[in-house]
């Protein structure tokens, strides 16, 4: 069994000229390499699982070429010595997946990939099926981390310092992590999560997660997953020059842009606390780039002063 690791996550001000008090969470400090609120999806997936005692463990999950999620499970075997496997979407990655830098340090941390057409990446029941015939003995992950277990695992998230805000915000992805937050928020805390995706059934899921309605959701201005606009970037540029705290392009940039929108458009009354969680992901900005200067467009300016 893992102990419950103790932590004190700074919160930190982001001073502004609006009419409220925001506020950042830095769970992206968690670890350097699990991170934010992968670590405590994964801890309580992981823990339930040991619990079983299982002969060979062995943690299996899904995600796309620059998955956090893929790097935060390989960082999380590496660090309590559990092999990995990684189901990847897209089998035209099979050949060179060398020359990207998420897997590339997944498999410097242990992890084994099996690279599937993305045809047959939308059939997750059915390779779920297939795997666990395979590792009869593995837990196998959802993508992006997101269940039950996960749930709980991000009311280690809220504590006596989260208390006194009046809003908590959070990126939305698949749902677990908005959930965790609504369901161990104080009554008088309303969450807010900005949907980073396109997907209608987020409200059904999330409140079948917390199985409370103390939550909105609020699109993005881009919420197609992994779509980065221009404006996307200049704002995680404009941000770390101003408060020295890095974001990335795809969950936290587009969270925090989105809230910085809102609070100018008085979508938080006058004189609320508003408390944003930095959930992570910072590894994925190296790949972000990548793609960036293959296309000719302005960089995330400040990667070499992260890793």
Known sequence: MLQIPEYKIPIVEIKTDFDIQIFIKREDLIHPKISGNKFWKLFFNVNQYLESKPEKPLLISFGGAFSNHIAS????????????????????????????????????????FFFVSREDYQNKEKLTQKFSEKYPNALIIPEGGS??????????????????????????????????????????????????????????????????????????DENRYGKITDGNIRFINWFYEKYEIPLDPIYTGKMMQKI????????????????????GGLQGIKGANQFLKSKNRPLIDFENSIF
């Open 147 to 220: 269940n039950e277990m996960a749930v709980e695992g991000v009311r280690y998230m809220l504590g006596e310092d989260t208390k006194d805000f009046d809003y908590l915000c959070t990126a939305v992805g698949t749902g677990g992590t908005i959930a965790g937050i609504s369901k161990f928020a104080e009554e008088h805390q309303k969450v807010v999560g900005i949907k980073v995706v396109r997907d209608d059934s987020l409200q059904k899921t999330i409140s079948e997660w917390s199985r409370r309605s103390n939550f909105d959701l609020v699109d993005a």
């Open 73 to 112: 499970v390989s960082a999380f075997g590496k660090q309590f010595d559990i092999p990995t496997i990684g189901i990847i979407r897209g089998n035209e990655l099979e050949n060179n997946w060398q020359e990207n830098p998420t897997l590339s340090e997944a498999s410097k941390n242990g992890m084994q």
């Open 260 to 279: 910085f929108d809102l609070a100018e458009k008085d979508f938080f009354p006058k004189g609320s606390k508003i408390l944003a969680f930095h959930t």
